[in-house]
Each structure stands twice: as C-alpha cells, then as structure tokens.
C-alpha cells in the first residue's frame, strides 16, 4: 500500500526559505514518479514539481529558480521507500498553500497528469 506523508510545513516571512519532506513508503524507489503539488484556498490545485521515475524534473513557471525538488532512497533497505523534498527559496506571499506530495507508478506524469496518490498535506504560510 503506497502511503506518503509530508512534514516541513510552517509560517516563514517573505524571502525565507522552507524545506518540505515527503516520506512515500510501498512503492518502488527507481520506478515511482513523485511531485508536490498545492492548493490555496478558493483556488484550483496547481503542480508545483515533479520527479519523474526516470528522473526528468518539472516546475511550474511560478517556482522555477525559487523552487527544487529531489529525492532519495537512504532509509530504504530494499529500494521500496523514499523521500522526496521540495526546497523553497525566496518565498512570496503567494506561495501560501496546502501542500501535498503525491505518487504515480511510472513515467509520463507531468504538471498536468492526474496522480493516484495522495498525502494529507502540510500548510505553508508566508507572511508579508
């Protein structure tokens, strides 16, 4: 069963930096596409990055310069664990949001493709 937790999350004035954490468990380290995703309230959830399973990276325009995301497989003994971050520089009142990390077997999936899998989120909040 995949699960995916995110942490990181808090409240950072504008300029700051937050780095968000993602530890995704049942899924294979070399064979899952990962992305961060958020949602801002009365707004449409957007993809932020993602890390494709072979790893071909995206980023929204909005985060591009400001934002990476990597991963690894450190804690994992058997390749069926990772963590995925996002590193957030620079940050802007607008990048206040839900959070969420999120999952997909395979490549192909990016800014626009539907993930399966879903965190709970973590809240970012940027004061100006």
């Known amino acids: 069963q995949v699960q995916l937790v995110e942490s990181g999350g808090g409240s950072v004035q504008a300029g700051g930096s937050l780095r968000l954490s993602c530890a995704a468990s049942?899924?294979?380290?070399?064979?899952?596409?990962l992305g961060w995703f958020r949602q801002a309230p009365e707004k449409e959830r957007e993809a932020v990055a993602i890390?494709?399973?072979?790893?071909?990276?995206?980023?929204?325009?909005?985060?591009k310069g400001r934002f990476t995301i990597s991963k690894d497989d450190a804690n994992s003994r058997d390749n069926t664990k990772a963590t995925v971050y996002l590193q957030m520089n620079s940050l802007k009142s607008e990048d206040s949001a839900m959070y969420y990390c999120?999952?997909?077997?395979?490549?192909?999936?990016?800014?626009?493709?539907?993930?399966?899998?879903w965190g709970q989120g973590t809240r970012v909040t940027i004061s100006s």
């Open positions: 049942g899924i294979t380290y070399s064979s899952y596409s």
């Open positions: 999120a999952g997909a077997l395979g490549a192909g999936y990016g800014l626009d493709t539907p993930f399966p899998y």
């Open positions: 890390i494709e399973s072979d790893g071909t990276i995206s980023y929204a325009d909005s985060v």
